[in-house]
């Protein structure tokens, strides 16, 4: 029989907002279901190629949901046939008012027939009136949902739950002892607590280092390069939770204790963030697989702060190398220069850097002297501290036992904002306050390591490879250089043991200076035992062979 006009070919379309959708009456199989049985009755052709599911929100453009996107190339590459497009509900179409006058317009254009189980679309007037009153009830509705969602989702949070999916390292688990699912510990927690603290203390240099820690154990699967996972390791070190904390800066939820079981401790914590916030030998660089340019990545361009890239230049029997600038609107933009300069430059400032030969065999005893008086100046400041940290936590435990046992809530707002002002001002403390210095600490071997290298600047450099060159740069310098192509100027940055020793040789030369270096004394003694470690390592693992000789 020949088609006619009441003979359209069916294509259905079903949409759920949620996995819990697919399994409740409003599921997919239930709305492709009561779909077909429609177009059978209305006497359309169903084939079973011509169904299209979507789990996808009902607000937002509609070209963003993979099924509706898939719906409309379908019509568009068989235009031979005519269609009706079926929904279960209007809500499947759009909750959304601006977006449903859209997709309507899109079928209307395709010349595709439009058609609801609950609803008339008519073409009149008064029909296209109440089918706009209608899409922008969906959105009231759709928005009204979102807001009592996120409002009680904000109080979980703010009562010290976790209010979406888990973290990783834990799974969201009913407790008795709790309302609702609380983040629980699992099978992995172990692992990462590992990690964490392993960052914290220099046990992992770098971030990828620790990617490549949860990697071995199997945390993240696959055959993914490492660097892909360091923005996910970043956020893991500065996520609060892990700590035992709760805070959603979204939904302005400030930072609270959690119900949760922490992993770490807020030192720990407060290390890692330390970590992340230094520049220099910490960080991770780029590792240029390319040797022809081994200052590519450490170069930045003076006037818009962006890297350099380099490049060879053809000439008519050799090719010759250059680095330049490659920022639109830049003043240095295709400005090159020849790579041999930029070395020569870079050979001047390494051996700037070289300290005297005095100031090397004094370092030592200075810095000994230096530990011990920053020792005693630590403790005695501790002591003298009033503010000390375990007696403010003493503090607001006390206020936590009255705000509890007391029934007046006029009191209770009182010990609670006590309580308040109390964390903010631990909080503070934790944050600024200094770093607890451990005698026990070995350290006389990474002294005299980082002592050794620090004599032969540039002789050290020549002899590593290309991926120590691109850590040992901090070694020697704070952050990158800073270039101008046009004028060879250039701005750098030593790092602080270098900074140190100029200092030194200035107070060195003038005996009526005091050389007291405890106010530098903790962030050069953390340079020096992370670097000591890291030399150390490259000598265990066959590394660096002009390190061993220098050493």
Known sequence: MSEN?????????NRVSSKQQEVDGTGLISQEHRCIVYAENKGYIVKKENVFHDQFSGGGDFMKRPAMKQLLGFIDTHRKERYVVIFDDLKRFARDTKFHIE???????????????????????????VETILAAQNQLEREQNQRQVIQKQRSRL????????????????????????????????PILKEALEGYANFRFMYQVDVVRFLREKGMFPGPIHNERYVSTVSSILKNP??????EYPKWNVERIRGVHTALIDESTFQKNLARLDKPGYIKKVRIDDRPDFELRGLLDCIHCKRPFTA???????IRYPYYLCQTPGCLMYKKAVARKYIDHDFEIEMNRLIPKQELIEEFSSLFEEAWQEAVVKFNNDNKRDPNNMEVLKNDIEKYL????????????AH?????????????????????????????????????????NPYKIWTSSNLTEKKKLYYFFFDAKIQYDIKTRYRTVNPSILYRFFDGFEKSFVDVDTPRNISNQFIELYEFILNWGEYLNSLEITGGASGLRNAA
């Open 158 to 189: 703010e009562t010290g739950y976790w209010a979406f999916s888990s973290p990783l390292g834990y799974t969201m688990q009913k407790d008795p002892k709790f309302v609702g699912k609380v983040a629980k510990p699992n099978e992995f927690a």
């Open 415 to 455: 010990y609670e904002e006590k309580i308040e002002e109390l964390e903010k001002k631990l909080k503070e403390i934790e944050q600024t306050g200094s770093v607890k210095i451990d005698l026990a600490i070995p350290y006389r071997t990474a002294l005299d390591k980082v002592t050794e290298i620090a004599k």
């Open 103 to 129: 997709l309507r317009s899109a079928f209307n254009i395709r010349n595709v027939k439009v058609e609801c189980l609950n609803f008339n679309f008519e073409e009149t007037p008064e029909g296209n009136f």
């Open 5 to 13: 006009k009441e003979q359209l070919h069916a294509l259905i379309y």
């Open 401 to 412: 036992e009255l705000a509890f046992s007391t029934t007046s809530s006029t009191v209770r």
């Open 241 to 246: 939770f892990y700590a035992g904390y709760i």
């Open 311 to 317: 490049c060879f230049s053809s000439g008519r029997s």
